[in-house]
């Protein structure tokens, strides 16, 4: 009984606390900072008002600091009783909180590093590929685990429970890392909506670490909560300076670090896959991105939507021509608008085809919204996608696995 409350929730608690903390210096250093971040030139057009002002961009360098340093002092609390009692110091655990901020730092400092350069598209692909390395050793040192169960109805046809993916798992938790860093990022381009799906998945993973902490993993739970909890207390934080109408933006810096915080704690808390339940709408928007991401159709350089007369947003479109298209442009387009997925306007030689994001799509589905409108609307599919996540999770999980 002792240990449970000195092992399990002591921890918890103090890590709450700091989260507090965390939340209050966030809210108040904010605002002192962004005359700042204008001297420093570091701002970006808020293209979706009249007036176009210029708005403090980057502000996830602000939240990511304060966050680290919040873990910073949070390190020796979980393996304080270990300091006072002579019990085996757990290596494993302290590198795993270590390698987990490294990579997280790492990732800010690249993020910051592209706000800043505006680098190019590979080099977005690349840096969360070398940020998620501490992880990933620490992941080789520590489990080591390559071993995934089949689901049940896959087992008579493959004729084994699992299978070891070898090499392979790896290559799948690096494709995790890069796919969590930039899926948030390309779902951006409205008020408060990096800060505001972040907050949702942290709050999702929050809630499925709480359930799984009376199961026998608590501990990989406890571990992703340390991280968690400041996040979310962080994020909130920057979403209420982020909210419509935007007083800072929170730039590549904000959803680099966001990305590579739900990598870190899927990957080093074994839950990676459901983890990547919480990502649904964000693996919905990147599919759905994939034809103008790859270039099969032009791709500008922003796709959010844009301010029409009235004063609401609508789908901001790319224009294509229709003479000489490539076969496979041609079939996807074809594909999508029988899926009712694009809205094309056809001219003479051209065709105007709504930009292929899920923002965009939910313009073309309802019609023009007011931008606080439009978030809430986004926000809400989210967390809809959260619930169906847990259910999958749980109820459902029993076809697939024994559990
Ligand atoms: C990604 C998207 C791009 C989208 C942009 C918006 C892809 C491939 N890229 O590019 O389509 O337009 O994010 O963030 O999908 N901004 C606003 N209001 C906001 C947030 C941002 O007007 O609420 C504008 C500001 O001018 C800001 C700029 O977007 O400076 C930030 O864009 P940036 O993060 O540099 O774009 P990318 O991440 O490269
Ligand atoms: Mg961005």
């Given at each position: ?120 598209w ?57 796919f969590?860093?930039n899926a948030i990022n390309i779902l951006a381009g409205v008020?408060?909506l ?86 649904v709408p964000q693996i919905f928007n990147f599919v759905y991105s994939v034809p103008q991401l790859f270039h099969f159709v032009p791709c500008p350089r922003h796709r959010m939507p844009r ?6 947003l609508e789908a901001s479109r790319f224009q294509v021509?229709t003479?000489?298209m490539p076969?496979l442009s041609r079939f996807i387009l074809k594909v999508f608008s029988l899926f009712g997925l694009i809205d094309r306007q056809d001219?003479?030689?051209?065709a105007q085809v709504n930009n292929m994001t899920l923002i965009n799509l939910i313009l073309i589905w309802c ?7 439009l978030?809430?609307?986004l926000?809400?599919v ?22």
């Open positions: 009984q002792n240990l449970l409350i000195w092992d399990l929730w002591l921890p918890l608690v103090i890590n709450f606390c700091l989260s507090i903390f965390v939340y209050c210096m966030t809210v108040r250093l904010i605002p002192k900072l962004t005359d700042k971040f204008l001297k420093a030139n570091l701002f970006g057009i808020d293209v979706n008002k009249k007036s176009r002002n210029k708005v403090p961009e980057a502000f996830g360098v602000v939240v990511g600091c304060i966050y680290l340093l919040a873990l910073f002092f949070f390190i020796p609390v979980p393996f304080g009783r270990t300091f006072i009692s002579d019990d085996n110091f757990p290596h494993h655990e302290f590198v795993e909180l270590i390698a987990a901020m490294l990579s997280i730092c790492c990732m800010l400092l690249l993020g910051f590093a592209d706000d800043v350069l505006d680098l190019a590979r080099y977005k692909l690349l840096f969360p590929s070398v940020a998620s390395l501490p992880i990933l050793m620490v992941y080789f040192v520590n489990f080591n685990s390559t071993i995934i169960m089949v689901p049940l109805p896959a087992r008579a046809w493959l004729g084994a429970a699992s299978v070891n993916l070898g090499m392979f798992y790896y290559l799948y938790m690096l494709l995790t890392t890069v969590c860093t008020n408060g990096e800060a505001g799906q972040a907050l949702v998945i942290a709050c999702s993973v929050t809630v499925f670490n709480f359930i799984e902490l009376a199961g026998p993993l608590y501990k990989t739970h406890q571990f992703s909560l340390y991280l968690m909890l400041p996040f979310i207390a962080a994020t909130a934080a920057l979403l209420k300076h982020n909210w419509y109408p935007s007083k800072v933006f929170v730039g590549d810096t904000f959803c680099y670090f966001a990305g590579m915080t739900f990598a870190a704690v899927g990957i080093l808390g074994h839950f990676s896959k459901t983890m990547m339940l919480f990502f301010l029409n007369k009235a004063g609401l021509s003479q000489n076969f001219e003479s030689k051209m019609g023009p919204m007011r931008e606080d409108k978030t809430m609307a926000l809400l989210q967390v809809s996608c959260s619930c169906i996540a847990f259910m999958i999770r749980y109820p459902l999980a029993s076809y697939f696995y024994d559990v």
